[in-house]
């Protein structure tokens, strides 16, 4: 990918920035989190489950990146390009995780994954889960999946794009499981991740594989509602 450095949010845009002698400036969040250990909890997760969480390697794109999609601020524009950036660079990494042959994708909510997917592996098959979970109770409930009938036997890339709860995730979990697929064949890829959410999926299934950009007690919950631009 050619690296695209976008301006601050309320900096001028670059003839402006030109004109008056301000170069163009990277910029990174730092999450205040409810928690103050929030830190050491990631870094015990990452201890008790070991390879079973696993971060891209952090750099100053992705830095900025996770920035601008935390920032509410942020525009819709800015939003979704940086979002779509994202979520290449975590598909590209999932599809480095399978062997080399076809495998099939569940998207369980929304869809703004796939498009990511598919720009990076064009003949890829692809199954959809539809699961709402409760405002109040947090509980989900399965309403539509569909998949390739050979699932059972293939290596599967379940994607959603924030993981807070982990309850949606868990559920999708079970629906495959149900389909005859083995925990131990799917990757679970994420841009965001709370560590509640992450020890919630592997303590139900120890043998799943999560990919994620970023663990951290405050997750970017407005994504959906700013990305499909319901906000």
Known sequence: MAAIIMPCQNQPSAPDQAAAGHPRQLRFSEVESPDSDGHEEVAALQLQVGARLRLLPIN????ELQTIIRDRTTSRGD????ADRLIRLVVEEGLNQ??????TVTTPTGEAM??????????????????????????AKVYYAKFPPDIYRRKVLLMY??????NTVIEAVKVLIEHGVQPSFIILLSLFSTPHGAKSI???FPEITILTTEVHPVAPTHFGQKYFGTD
């Open 79 to 82: 939003f979704v390009f940086s």
């Open 114 to 139: 796939e498009q990511g997917l598919r720009d990076c592996c064009r003949s890829i098959r692809i199954g959809k889960i539809l699961i709402q979970s409760d405002e109040e109770t947090q509980q």
């Open 202 to 204: 592997i303590q139900e």
């Open 60 to 63: 100053d794109q992705i830095r």
């Open 161 to 166: 794009p924030i993981l807070s709860t982990g």
């Open 98 to 103: 399978l062997p080399y042959t076809e495998c």
